[in-house]
């Protein structure tokens, strides 16, 4: 029995999720210095600290929603057109009334989850790939949005427009909000029965199905809570221009930032690998570079550049750790003898 | 004997008519090991899987103590007691042992998912095993093939089984960790689990298995005690078949020309040891177990993973043959085991695939090639509804594996590479395939045949060499007989040359003894 006695564990490998943590505490000291040799000025001041996290919060809640798309071995290109409509829905309910707050993120979560349920039933009942059904249904809000209005609309009260706008202390209330939802996403991937069956699902649906798993209803909810999530950001844009806008949400780019940043916390495109804890690492990452560039007043298109080479460089680094090659039967020393 | 915990009676079935599992009884005994062996395509693994609920049986009753079942998913059979272990494992490699062995039954504590509970549970079937090297919270992934079966195996006892299939367990394990498994099956007897043992190797089938039944061609050959038979009356019973005159003679006016294709003492990571001379003219059969590194021998002379010790020669020249790539610039040709994801581009038309190779190593006789295209595929017989322009995924297995063919000849080989070119294919093509070794063997084209089908191998190599784990256990003439060749490869006899074709009798059970 000693025989088996463990190879693959005595060396302690790196978890993806420590490595995204460790490139953030990198990204932080190199951006420190940069701010404070370049510029001279403070990059921890408590100004910029609430700058980074509420370039955050936004990005974040679409990124917990895609995350779970992504873990199913789906993704959700409707995004940013779910957020834009949510924005404009809660804007026109409340018009500038306290007490329709409730009516207003009441009305736009639940056409959010809907759209969310039309994506996941097309996907599992379908069959048809995820990024083809949500690029579709997408495509349908966005036409809907673009023909419906010309611009901004609604307006929402100064009660709702405080939850973008205050703190505690330089932590943006939004920004707590996401990542307590955060973690309540990854309480719900560990600990109920359809967070383990999305890994399994996204991991090898065949698998799972050969083990009793149904494989629909865990697909469906990662589309729900995703359009869900994307209604969440759309509330928040609201609350801090405002008004509700049909173009909030494309004008982000929300749609590929966020699977960039959920890619870049080490999930596994594919599905099957990863989880929420990552993502948020990889959403810091990306607000402490945007941060450090704006300090810096760097060229916009060159943030472009430096965002899109980090999201290559960490996907090379994942999958030169990921690629698994056939046991060898033979190793090199056994045949030095 | 106390009273059988499955019968099976006259269980039957076939795929588009073609019959491939006929009138099989067989009874399972708690605590006793059935072994249940034949050769490739003799309806092993149907027959398993038609226990496990995969496929459905046509013909015949299974009872599941004293029950008659009908099982329509690998699920159903699990909760009833009846498990199987596959040799493709169902397992998720980025999820912990305990989360694969719950998988779709987590144990909960209201709606939440009693991790912890789970990992006990998990601990515990591991330590009834006396296995202690296994945390539940490895990544399977992680773990060696062995492990993963370990893992496989308490999955079925976590359903509380009591009778476990295996299929071929041992296929793809090193010898200490096929006594680990060989330990653990004796830890399931003891229990009183029935176990139905699929195996090659006739020595383990002997050491472990209570019971032996044979099957051939789909039908039952015998069923019986273990003790009852001696090895070779065993290898007698499942082969035992007259060879056809099934395989077109040598061409006129074939004749051994020099060493075009050798190997001195060449390994890498999955075969070992590998000296291999090979004439022009010459066609060298390999066989082997699977599992036993005749893929990976035609790989690493193709530079697929390439060979990382030894040296390699072709026509006397030295060479590094690093990719597949310069490979085939040095004239040698793969057609690979499986056409359909190594051999093919199946969306393309038959032209394309045809002209693949050409286009993408020699594109300067793209012209050329496309000339010769049509007369090379009608001398091979292809028979495409679109001709040049259909689509390869709607041909016929023997026409893809044309096509395949067609792809090499373009590129006028010296070494030919064949790994299992007959599988899967009808009749015809198959001797269509065979007519083109000979003629490639009259022109001068060193050839490798890889085959699991051993009257193949007799039929048509010159000479035959036999993998066992990665290394050249022995070498046999062309005359050898299928016992010979299998006692080889399953290890009942010594390694080394085989000079007469046959093995005395007494050799292989003095082996197993």
Known sequence: ?337 | MSAPVLVARGVGKSFLGVSVLRDIDLELHPGKVHGLVGENGAGKSTFMKILAGVYSRDTGTVSLEGREVDFGHPVQAMRAGLATVFQEFNLLPERNVAENVYLGREPRKGPIVDRRGMVRATRELLDGLGIDTIDPLTRVGSLTVAEQQIVEIVKALSFDARVISMDEPTAALADHEVELLSSIIRKLKERGVAILYVSHRLAEVFALCDDITVLKDGALVSTGPAAELTPDELVRRMVGRPLTTFFPEKEEGTALGDVRFAVRDGGNDYVSGIDLEIRAGEIVGIAGLQGSGRTELVEAAFGVEPFTRGTVEVDGRRLRLGNPRRAVREGIALVTEDRKAHGLALAQPVLDNALLVIRGVFPGRTRAARHEVPGILSSLEVSARGGLAQEVRYLSGGNQQKVVLAKWLATRPRVVLLDEPTRGIDVGAKVAVYRLMRRLAKDGVAQVMVSSELPELIGMADRILVLRDGRIAGEAPAGATEETLLALAAGTVSDGTVDDGTVSDGTVAEAIR
């Open chain 1, 1 to 337: 029995m000693t025989a088996l006695a463990a190879p693959a564990r005595t060396r302690r490998v790196l978890t993806t999720t420590a490595i995204v943590y460790l490139a953030l505490v990198a990204v932080i000291v190199l951006g420190a210095i940069l701010v404070s040799v370049v510029a001279n000025r403070n990059f921890f001041s408590p100004g910029n600290i609430r700058d980074i996290l509420t370039g955050m919060s936004v990005l974040g809640l679409f990124a917990i929603g895609q995350t779970l798309v992504i873990l199913g071995a789906s993704l959700d290109l409707s995004v940013p057109f779910v957020a834009s409509l949510a924005s404009l829905l809660a804007a026109q309910t409340m018009a500038g009334g306290t007490g329709n707050i409730a009516a207003g993120v009441g009305i736009a979560l639940v056409v959010g989850a809907a759209i969310g349920f039309v994506n996941g039933a097309i996907v599992t009942g379908l069959k048809v790939n995820g990024f083809i059904a949500t690029l579709g249904t997408g495509l349908i809000v966005k036409g809907y949005l673009d023909t419906n209005y010309k611009g901004t609309a609604g307006s929402v009260p100064w009660e709702f427009q405080l939850i973008g706008a205050t703190g505690l202390g330089p932590v943006p209330i939004s920004t707590l909000i996401m990542l307590g939802l955060a973690a309540l996403v990854a309480l719900a991937l560990r600990y109920t029965r359809t967070g383990h069956h999305l890994f399994a699902v996204g991991g090898n649906a065949e698998v799972a199905r050969l083990s009793g798993v149904r494989t629909a209803p865990p697909v469906i909810a990662a589309h729900v809570l995703s359009s869900v999530f994307a209604a969440l950001a759309g509330l928040l844009l609201a609350s801090r221009l405002g008004v509700g806008s049909p173009t909030v949400g494309s004008q982000g780019g929300y749609d590929l930032l966020s699977i960039a940043a959920v890619v870049l916390g080490g999930t596994l495109l594919l599905g099957g690998r990863g989880g929420v804890a990552g993502t948020i690492g990889g959403v810091a990452i990306f607000a402490v570079i945007d941060n450090v560039m704006s300090v810096l007043q760097v060229n916009p298109f060159l943030k472009d550049v430096v965002r899109g080479v980090v999201i290559v460089a960490a996907v090379a680094i994942y999958t030169g750790r990921a690629i698994q090659r056939r046991r060898p039967r033979f190793s090199a020393k056994e045949e030095l003898r």
